[in-house]
């Protein structure tokens, strides 16, 4: 694999003189993002169904209760799609010691206000498909904001849903 350097300029002697541009390996995609759900058995159906994704590997921890899930785009490995749906213990479980702040928030809903994730959004290639999708999530009950013109990148359309914890998905037309 090829990659293209990266540059940045150099702002402290513990990476060089400072102002000397320096070069390193660029970051070429996202290889899976990690969502965490309250009931992964509630989840990846609804991840396979809905967005036609399918299980590739399952891990289950019996001595801490943690749970994941790699799903990836049906049929085709290489599409660049890899979500791992994460079931965290419940705090009270016996077990091992999750850290200082592990129950502060479990089992507390989605929201992207908080600092973390705000949501995930998928590419399609035409407007024809950006519509399909919105048949899709009709057909499955899903509830959706129609395309719409984008705020954040003029020329962009986006559908926007959300998963059975409120995980906001979205469906996004790049003209580009």
């Not at 060089?16 to 660029?26: D, H, L, N, Q, Y």
């Not at 799903?71 to 085709?76: K, N, S, T, V």
């Not at 959706?144 to 013109?149: D, E, I, L, R, S």
Request: proline share 7%; aromatic share 6%; glycine share 8%.
């Amino acid at each position: 694999m090829t990659v293209a350097p990266c540059r940045y300029l150099d702002n402290g002697p513990e990476r060089g003189e400072k102002g000397r541009a320096v070069s390193m390996a660029a970051l070429t995609y996202v290889h899976h993002l990690a969502l965490t759900v309250t009931d992964v058995d509630r989840s990846v159906p609804w991840y396979e169904r809905v967005l036609d994704l399918e299980e590739v590997t399952r891990r289950e921890d019996d001595r801490t209760g943690l749970r994941k899930v790699l799903l990836r785009a049906r049929g085709d490995h290489n599409s660049g799609v890899a979500l791992v749906l994460v079931q965290h213990p419940d705090p009270a479980r016996p077990g091992p010691p999750l850290g200082a702040d592990s129950g502060s928030r479990w089992g507390v809903a989605f929201d992207e206000r908080r600092t973390g994730l705000d949501h995930v959004a998928f590419t399609v290639g035409s407007r024809a498909e950006l519509l399909e999708w919105e048949q899709r999530l009709a057909e499955y009950g899903v509830t959706y904001t129609p395309a719409a013109p984008s705020r954040t990148m003029p020329g962009s359309e986006v559908v926007v849903f959300r998963d059975p914890d409120g995980i906001q998905l979205e469906v996004w037309l790049d003209p580009k």
